[in-house]
């Protein structure tokens, strides 16, 4: 399986950040698939990954050539893959899922938010759009159905928080 992952940054090296983790799921991901490609606005290149997998900046100026640069990257190399995966950007999941509807592709997006889904427009948008949703718990999932609509019931699934601790040591 080939896959297109959208995420903000990769960088462990980061100090004062939390995202660091995503450099761990990326490198586990990598051994469980065929090709994995990665758009990201930020890549440290301390940060070393396996031969299947590529790194893609995203590039851009401002907001709306970053929004233009993503669209185009990520139809071009969801042309390339077999499935679409959004890490918890709402914009990457509105992307994601009007690009893979597009090209005929499954998108995915990891998603776990503590605010009310109800007044966020976009969060409902890039929820809708994909075409499956992982979250960590339960009730984060009756939460969605709640704020968002019952249209996402079938759609989300419970995978749980593993958080990686030594990373935060």
């Given at each position: 399986?080939?896959v297109?992952?959208?995420?903000?940054?990769?960088?462990?090296?980061?100090?004062?950040?939390?995202?660091g983790?995503?450099?761990?799921?990326?490198?586990?991901?990598?051994?469980?698939?065929?090709?994995?490609?990665v758009?990201?606005?930020?890549?440290?290149?301390?940060d070393?990954?396996?031969?299947?997998?590529?790194?893609v900046?995203?590039?851009g100026?401002?907001?709306?050539?970053?929004?233009?640069?993503?669209?185009?990257?990520?139809v071009?190399?969801?042309?390339?893959?077999?499935?679409?995966?959004?890490?918890?950007?709402?914009?990457?999941g509105?992307v994601?899922?009007?690009?893979?509807?597009?090209?005929?592709?499954?998108?995915?997006?990891?998603?776990?938010q503590?605010?009310?889904?109800?007044?966020?427009?976009?969060?409902?948008?890039?929820?809708?759009?994909?075409?499956?949703?992982?979250?960590?718990?339960?009730?984060?999932?009756?939460?969605?159905?709640?704020?968002?609509?019952?249209?996402l019931?079938d759609?989300?699934?419970?995978?749980?928080?593993?958080?990686?601790?030594?990373?935060?040591?």
């Amino acid at each position: 399986m080939n896959v297109l992952m959208l995420v903000s940054s990769l960088d462990s090296y980061a100090k004062g950040r939390t995202d660091g983790f995503i450099v761990d799921w990326v490198r586990v991901l990598a051994k469980k698939v065929d090709k994995l490609t990665v758009l990201t606005y930020k890549h440290n290149p301390k940060d070393g990954f396996a031969s299947n997998t590529k790194v893609v900046i995203i590039g851009g100026a401002n907001f709306i050539t970053r929004t233009i640069n993503l669209v185009i990257k990520t139809v071009r190399f969801g042309k390339q893959n077999d499935v679409l995966f959004a890490h918890i950007l709402e914009m990457f999941g509105i992307v994601g899922g009007l690009v893979g509807k597009l090209i005929g592709k499954r998108s995915y997006i990891w998603y776990c938010q503590g605010y009310n889904l109800s007044k966020h427009f976009m969060a409902q948008l890039a929820l809708s759009l994909v075409d499956r949703i992982f979250t960590s718990t339960d009730s984060i999932k009756d939460r969605y159905i709640a704020e968002v609509g019952g249209h996402l019931k079938d759609k989300i699934v419970v995978v749980g928080h593993g958080i990686y601790l030594p990373h935060y040591g």
